[in-house]
């Protein structure tokens, strides 16, 4: 049965993740054009409903591998490379993430198959799947097909949507032998929020800051702005590891994803990375001083400049006409 | 300990990248580099050596490329390395990631390491993926994306961004950690490092003499094949401005902003 299999992320909480539905649902739709069913895999303790659950997105079957652990990728690529093997699967499709990007990589070796990554669209040629991945910046799009079976398609964040069926999944329990060296990675914690609680995703208006503020103090500049005009401040991964504000306001790969009326980029080059968690904002406004900024090939209006003389120019012009 | 970091020589940041259309391959003429991504990977590796919880006997700077490719170990030496290892051969040409991973992991093998360390991705193919296909063919355990790595009881406990916050793992060595660029910032070559840099012990490899198997590597090997390039959808050119005068700068982004009421 030229079956596709989808590894479904889940929190600590037994949330499934969005990116993960996402990836079922399209897999569902890849697999009825291919004439083959879309299951799912679980890890952990998750229950019946929950797992059968996954029924609603487009899963016909779950693989529930109970006694291996969530959040690291070796164990994982231990319970896939079982069911794939066992069940004759034509492919694993993963939603974006850090995971999905661990463990497709780990089953490229496991299983030697290929292996396409940051893939934003699938379509199905002769009966195969064909994964369309930008390359070079996004400058082209590589449609990219698979010499043997199975092959491995790990998703660019948000590329899929979930899609709601009504359906439910059956569920059957798998035992996965761990490899030795899967057993030799520990989560100590998992998880961690670091820094203040914010919430950025439900903001109209929404301030970006980068690296280009120059040092934690320059998100002074980008907080005055946003208070101007009665929006939140969110940031990149880099100034976020940086330590210059808090992970919650964090976009992106490993952050959050938001869709603002107004996006404004300030000192934000536009990696693909930060793209993706932001990329359907309504208007997206940039202010860079590098004109080679990836951020000006996606923004509705670029401004070439140092930010620190226009930002504060800016915040001044527009409470002035607020206030007018 | 033995350190391996593996570090690959990328087109210069400066240069307009294209893809060949006759073999489907990155166009790699022109100025190169070292991928800046691995500079990171080598600060790590120097960090561990100089941090004294673990002695580390060498740091040895691998790469998988043509004889250019030589360049940029020189740069990894001058940057720290004790010697270098290069694997050049015809048949690695077109490889893609499984063959790639699967010849890197070769000739890492031929030098059994207790670390290896990589940059979280190449500027160039931007995969992301090379450090977890390489550790599974070691059989190691791995994490990618580490901006920390601390070394205790003979063991690392590294952190990361994962999707739900920080994560910290505690790892046995072996393993192969990909670090994230946010890790460290490295430090600049001395001037004698890098007129030393060509002294520095180097080996070359050939497939077979790291027992890499033909059939398994190049486009012969490769499990995947790019069918076609196609331009990405056309989208509405945004309008640029350029700062000359920052009043009129900021009088035509409050004009923009009123235009579509977000104001």
């Not at chain 1, 652990?69 to 079982?82: N, R, S, V, Y």
């Not at chain 1, 709601?164 to 914690?189: F, I, R």
Request: negative net charge.
């Amino acid at each position: 049965m030229p079956g596709i299999l989808v590894y479904a992320l889940h929190d600590d909480e037994g949330n499934f993740n969005k990116n993960s539905l996402g990836a079922i649902s399209e897999a569902a739709k890849l697999a009825g054009e291919i004439g083959g069913a879309c299951s799912a895999l679980v890890v952990g303790d998750v229950a019946d409903d929950a797992a059968a659950g996954l029924g609603n997105y487009g899963a016909a079957k779950v693989y529930r591998a109970k006694g291996v652990p969530e959040g690291l990728a070796q164990p994982i690529i231990d319970a896939m490379a079982k069911v794939i093997t066992d069940n004759g699967i034509s492919y694993a499709l993963f939603g974006g993430g850090l995971l999905g990007f661990e463990i497709g990589a780990g089953l490229t070796a496991r299983l030697g198959a290929g292996v396409t990554m940051e893939v934003t669209a699938v379509k199905v040629q002769d009966g195969k799947l064909v994964a369309e991945r930008p390359i070079l910046q996004d400058s082209e799009i590589a449609d990219v097909g698979y010499v043997s079976e199975p092959g491995i398609i790990i998703g660019r964040l948000n590329a899929f949507d979930a899609k709601e069926s009504g359906g439910s999944a059956a569920v059957e329990d798998v035992e996965v032998e761990l490899s030795a060296w899967s057993t030799k990675a520990t989560m100590v914690q998992r998880g961690e929020q670091r820094g203040a609680d914010v919430n950025i995703e439900d903001a109209d208006i929404l301030v970006g800051g980068g690296r280009g503020l120059g040092a934690a103090e320059g998100f002074k500049l980008a907080e005055e702005l946003a208070e101007s005009m009665g929006g939140a401040v969110a940031a990149t991964r880099a100034v976020v590891d940086a330590g210059w504000y808090p992970y919650a306001t964090q976009i992106g790969k490993t952050g959050k994803t938001v869709a603002p009326k107004l996006y404004l980029a300030a000192g934000i080059s536009g990696a693909i990375q930060h793209k993706v968690g932001m990329q359907n904002s309504e208007n997206i406004l940039a202010i860079n001083k590098d004109p080679n900024a990836p951020i000006f090939e996606f923004s509705d209006l670029g401004v070439v400049g140092d930010l620190h003389k226009i930002v504060p120019k800016l915040t001044e012009a527009i409470k002035a006409k607020k206030g007018g | 300990m033995k350190i391996c970091v593996l570090v690959k020589e990328v087109p210069d940041a400066a240069v307009q990248k294209r893809i060949d259309p006759s073999t489907m391959r990155l166009d790699r003429s022109g100025e190169k580099n070292l991928n800046p991504f691995d500079t990171h990977a080598l600060e790590a590796a120097m960090q561990i050596k100089e941090g004294g919880a673990i002695p580390v006997e060498e740091v040895v700077a691998v790469t998988m490329g043509p004889e250019s490719a030589v360049r940029a170990l020189h740069k990894a030496v001058a940057l720290g390395a004790d010697r270098s290892v290069q694997l050049t051969d015809d048949a690695l040409a077109g490889s893609d990631v499984c063959a790639t991973g699967y010849a890197l992991a070769k000739v890492l093998e031929s030098e059994s390491p207790d670390l290896v360390l990589l940059g979280q991705q190449s500027d160039d193919g931007e995969c992301y993926t090379i450090g977890a296909v390489v550790a599974d063919h070691l059989q190691m355990p791995s994490l990618t994306q580490v901006i920390k790595i601390d070394v205790t009881d003979g063991k690392l406990r590294c952190e990361r961004q994962a999707e739900y916050g920080y994560d910290t793992v505690e790892i046995e060595l072996p393993a192969v950690i990909s670090v994230g660029d946010a890790i460290n910032e490295p430090r600049y070559p001395s001037l004698k490092a890098i007129m030393g840099a060509k002294k520095k012990p180097l080996d070359n490899k050939a497939a077979g003499d790291v027992g890499i198997e033909a059939g398994q590597v190049g486009e012969a090997g490769s499990k995947t094949k790019v069918i076609s390039l196609n331009p990405p959808p056309a989208k509405e050119a945004g309008e640029i401005i350029e700062d000359e005068d920052t009043n009129e700068t900021v009088e035509k982004i409050v004009a923009w902003l009123d235009e579509r009421k977000l104001i």
